[in-house]
């Protein structure tokens, strides 16, 4: 990675280039911090990792096309569910106890027989590819940055800096989920972009690159592909630098780049039919007009997404849109505004909202604040930036913030605040980087305002790196299951069957029972037949007997029976 970057910007720029490779392995050590020893959730995080699986026991050319549970899994494209394949694969190779324990799953893996926890992947191994990956999103927003504003380190740093301490970057990256490595994706394909203005010779190479990013979106997430590569080429078209014989070459570049991610769902739709449009329609354009799965929050649930992840850096976001505005004439200006209000379009208009929609929000806020935040260390004219005057006092605001945060946590580990004490340390590293960088970017100099940014920057790493190395980190919707007990529980009943009486089918259980649990409102028994019900309370239908056998609170297991005359417990 270090010598790629040396060899794209020249010899001129290592100076950057070594400041993005640092932040790079800061993101690294985020990646690899607290991956194990937190379950997989649902709902992504068990299905990603069940077809994974799948797809590891696989033969060729079957593992092209990914089931879950033995079916025909439509939900995703399968790039992530390869990569963590690649994985399992590997992890078996250098760990003959897994391989054997996995050879027996394999047998038992489509017909959803009971699997034990002992011949799972471990969480950490899971988590690892996805981790990685995400984590090239902070270089990348460097170097895209670094191309619209050409000659400009400081800023470049900045967005980069600001990419490495968002908390939603760091958390969805950390994820069984392919949301971290579509922003990857997409920041790739700006670049290639950016860089196929540099020169005739260059289109159809970065045309082709650009081309390959756009095919790992169609096999991340496919209906994402079209807007952002048609929002980004309108974006070029607007430039005006390219002429109609560079557009040619730049068209056929992209489409060779296209082809892998065309011909997969080309295949995908040869080999399972009108099926295959499912990854667009049901589970894509879908969610522009309906709400899936009864999550109607609308576009307010992305601008709390972006109100609430954006500290320390979301003060600076007025004055990055101000400044996108002034200069929008310019290549820096028009892109920053242009991908803004693409990415918005994209989020906000969806009535499914999940927290992590938002996601596609954060690389334009990086691109927009880091100007700012380079702008307010170097303190460059008044004229030169709107709101200066106002913009200069901001480090006063981050500072009581900070001081306000350090007496709260110092309140919580003293035992006054006890629901904070899980999250004291956490809050005192924040807010001690929050005051001490702010008043430290309040100094005359530009030596002291350097060092201020620096250690927000730092201080705001070190408190993700504990939020990530605790269990705290992960928290996602209607969590309140405790997953891994019940699926000893489960362990312990041996092949008989199981079923979740009036409730969802649950992905993470599925995954740690090795079995598929249904959800099931109606029993069709026949008199005297017995099934065991995970349920909340106590079953209830004509006829039907049932007896407690565990607690594992909230859930209770019981067996059932169907009986045409009095109570048979």
Not at 63 to 88: D, M, Q, V
Not at 150 to 164: K, N, S, V, Y
Not at 240 to 246: A, E, I, N, S, V
């Amino acid at each position: 990675m270090g010598r790629g970057l040396r060899r794209v910007m020249g010899n001129r720029e290592r100076p950057l280039a070594a400041g993005l490779l640092l932040l790079w392995i800061l993101a690294l050590i985020l990646a690899l911090t607290g991956l194990g020893g937190v379950p997989l959730v649902d709902w992504d995080e068990g299905i990603v990792a069940r077809v994974a699986l799948e797809s590891s026991q696989a033969p060729w050319p079957d593992r092209l096309w990914p089931t879950s549970w033995g079916e025909p899994y439509l939900n995703k494209p399968p790039l992530i569910h390869w990569l963590i394949a690649a994985c399992i694969d590997l992890w078996r190779q250098l760990s003959p106890a897994a391989a054997t324990a996995t050879a027996t799953a394999t047998a038992t893996a489509y017909t959803a027989a009971t699997a034990g926890t002992a011949t799972l992947p471990p969480e950490w191994l899971l988590r690892l590819g996805p981790a990685l990956l995400s984590s090239l999103i902070v270089p990348l927003l460097g170097l895209i940055q670094w191309r619209l504003r050409p000659g400009q380190r400081g800023p470049a740093l900045a967005t980069a800096a600001i990419a490495l301490t968002l908390l939603p970057l760091a958390r969805q990256g950390h994820r069984v989920m392919l949301d971290g490595s579509q922003l990857v994706a997409i920041a790739l394909l700006w670049w290639a972009l950016l860089g196929s203005m540099t020169s005739w010779r260059r289109t159809l190479g970065w045309g082709a690159l650009a081309g390959l990013a756009g095919s790992a979106l169609l096999l991340l997430k496919a209906p994402t592909a079209l807007p952002v590569l048609a929002s980004a080429l309108v974006l070029l078209a607007l430039e005006r630098d390219l002429r109609p014989r560079q557009w040619l070459l730049l068209a056929l570049a992209l489409l060779v780049g296209l082809l892998p991610g065309l011909a997969w769902h080309l295949g995908h739709w040869l080999v399972r039919g009108d099926g295959a449009l499912q990854m667009w329609l049901g589970q894509g354009y879908a969610r522009i007009g309906t709400a899936i799965e009864g999550h109607r929050d609308g576009p307010l649930s992305a601008v709390l997404e972006m109100v609430e992840g954006g500290w320390p850096w979301l003060p600076l976001w007025p004055f990055g849109l101000a400044l996108a505005w002034r200069a929008r004439s310019s290549r820096a200006g028009l892109w920053c505004l242009g991908l803004t209000l693409a990415m918005s379009l994209m989020v906000l208009p969806l009535r499914t909202q999940l927290p992590w929609y938002s996601l596609l929000l954060w690389p334009p806020f990086a691109l927009v604040c880091g100007p700012v935040l380079a702008a307010l260390v170097a303190r460059p004219r008044p004229d030169r930036l709107p709101g200066a005057g106002l913009l200069v006092r901001l480090p006063r605001l981050w500072a009581l913030i900070g001081a306000l945060v350090v007496l709260l946590a110092l309140l919580a580990l003293a035992g006054v605040l006890p629901p904070l004490r899980p999250a004291a340390a956490i809050a005192l590293v924040f807010g001690a980087s929050l005051l001490g960088g702010g008043w430290l970017l309040t100094g005359p100099e530009q030596r002291l305002r350097r060092l201020g940014a620096l250690v927000m920057v730092l201080g705001s790493w070190l408190a993700l790196l504990l939020l990530l190395a605790s269990p705290l980190w992960l928290w996602e919707l209607r969590e309140r299951w405790p997953v891994p007990r019940l699926a000893a529980l489960l362990s312990s009943q041996g092949p008989a069957e199981v079923r979740l009486w009036q409730e969802q089918e649950r992905p993470s259980l599925n995954w740690y029972a090795g079995r598929r649990l249904r959800g099931e409102d109606h029993l069709d028994l026949a008199t005297g037949e017995s099934i065991l019900l995970l349920s909340l309370k106590p079953p209830q239908a004509p006829d039907l007997r049932c007896q407690a056998l565990a607690d594992p609170a909230p859930l209770t297991l019981y067996r059932c029976r169907r009986s045409s005359g009095p109570d048979q417990r």
